[in-house]
Every structure is written in structure tokens, then in C-alpha cells.
């Protein structure tokens, strides 16, 4: 089983739509979540931090179910430029804080 | 300007050359990180470094070495380059335990 995974996709939506992304992990120790968006060919860049009591930030909120060790990402009012992939990101308390990353999930907004 | 700046930015080499690709940041970061990645696949952590004098094996060091210069400076280097090393791979830092961490734009390193 890997330890941090996604749903591939691709998740094709119209623009103006909801969409939601899940993650989930397999170290039940871990402490710091993070969703991370990489455009086609680019690094990733942090898109934002999850925090236990959940979190926003404009139009994306993202989610921490530490039971079932599932984080998750929902969009609103999707945009053209909200095309790409979003990485989840969990760290390894077991090896001094490494980053574990998922696959990633891609997104493609249509017009 | 960047503040983690990879080069070069993209290498063709031959089957069995040296190369070295190297990183620096600007961040005051103590913490470096050399990642690989390749299609349909998550980043996968090569070496990582916390300091200066100290140098950790990633998921995937075989074939790869590392060398910290400075507190500013991270290279990798493929000894004997081999084509499915070929792949695109990202320096990157930290600040610390669960802290945010921030990309070099990429090498895009292609081995015939």
C-alpha cells in the first residue's frame, strides 16, 4: 500500500463547478498535511496547509479526517487557471519530518 | 529572481557521463532536499540534508551522491548516468519538521 494516495483522475469539470479531491495515508502518526498544485512541467508550489479543525483560503477549503487518515480539497466556483495537478502531501514523523507525497490528482477546468 | 535556483534547467548526456546538477537557495533554509520524478508517479526523495556535515540516504540514492557545500548550496551528481535515470528533478528546502517546503524550477535531465 503507498503511503500517501490519490485518485489520479483526470477530473474534467465545466467551469464554475465544485469539485473535490481525497487523499489518504497510511502513517497514522503523521502530523503536518499539505495540498501542493504543479502546473505541466513546473514545480510544485504550495497551494496551502491542513490544520485538524479544517481550513479556507478564498475558494479552496481543505479538510483532516485523522480517524480515517483522509484529507481532502474542494474547489468552488472552479476557474480556467485552477487547471492542474494537486499534490498531497503528508510528512514522515518516523524519519525526522520527510515530505511524502501522493501521485497527485489532475484537474482539467473546460470553458 | 527564483529563490531556489536549479542548473542547468534541462541536459541531454550520454549513457555512462558524470553529471552533476546543482542547487542553491536563498531562503537561509538548513534543511535541502534533491527529489525525482517521473510520469504517473509521486516525487521520490533521492538524499536530503539538514545541515552541512549532514548527508541522509532518500527512498531512491542508488546510482546518485550528493554534496553539501554551503548552507546555500546542494548538488547531486550521477556518477554513471544511465537512461532510466531519466526523469525531472527538483531541489528543494525547509525550514524544519512539518514546515513549508519550497521548489527549484526543475532539471529536466534526459540520459540516451
Known amino acids: 500500500r503507498k503511503e500517501v494516495e490519490q485518485d489520479p483522475g483526470p477530473f474534467n469539470v465545466p467551469e464554475g463547478a465544485t469539485v473535490a479531491f481525497n487523499c489518504t495515508y497510511s502513517?497514522?502518526?503523521?502530523?503536518?498535511f499539505f495540498w501542493y498544485r504543479q502546473d505541466c512541467r513546473k514545480e510544485p508550489k504550495l497551494l496551502m496547509s491542513?490544520?485538524?479543525s479544517g481550513n479556507e483560503d478564498g475558494r479552496f477549503t481543505a479538510q483532516l479526517n485523522r480517524a480515517s487518515q483522509y484529507i481532502s480539497l474542494l474547489i468552488r466556483d472552479s476557474k480556467l487557471s485552477d487547471s492542474a495537478t494537486y499534490l498531497c502531501?503528508?510528512?514522515?514523523?518516523?524519519?525526522?519530518?520527510?515530505?511524502?507525497f501522493g501521485q497527485g490528482t489532475t484537474l482539467q477546468v473546460k470553458p | 529572481d527564483a529563490d531556489v535556483t536549479q542548473t542547468p534547467r534541462n541536459r541531454i548526456t550520454k549513457t555512462g557521463k558524470r553529471i552533476m546538477l546543482e542547487c542553491s537557495q536563498t531562503?537561509?533554509?538548513?534543511?535541502m532536499y534533491w527529489y525525482r520524478q517521473d510520469p504517473g508517479l509521486g516525487l521520490q526523495l533521492i538524499y536530503y540534508s539538514f545541515d552541512v556535515k549532514d548527508i541522509n540516504k532518500g527512498e531512491i540514492s542508488d546510482g546518485y551522491s550528493v554534496s553539501r557545500q554551503a548552507q546555500a548550496k546542494f548538488s547531486l551528481s550521477l556518477e554513471s548516468a544511465i537512461p532510466n535515470q531519466t526523469a525531472l528533478y527538483f531541489c528543494?528546502?525547509?525550514?524544519?519538521?512539518?514546515?513549508?517546503?519550497?521548489f527549484g524550477q526543475g532539471t529536466r535531465l534526459t540520459v540516451v
Open positions: 491542513v490544520y485538524s
Open positions: 528543494a528546502t525547509s525550514e524544519g519538521v512539518g514546515a513549508k517546503t519550497f
Open positions: 502513517n497514522s502518526a503523521s502530523q503536518s
Open positions: 531562503k537561509g533554509h538548513d534543511r
Open positions: 502531501v503528508v510528512n514522515n514523523p518516523s524519519n525526522t519530518g520527510k515530505l511524502i
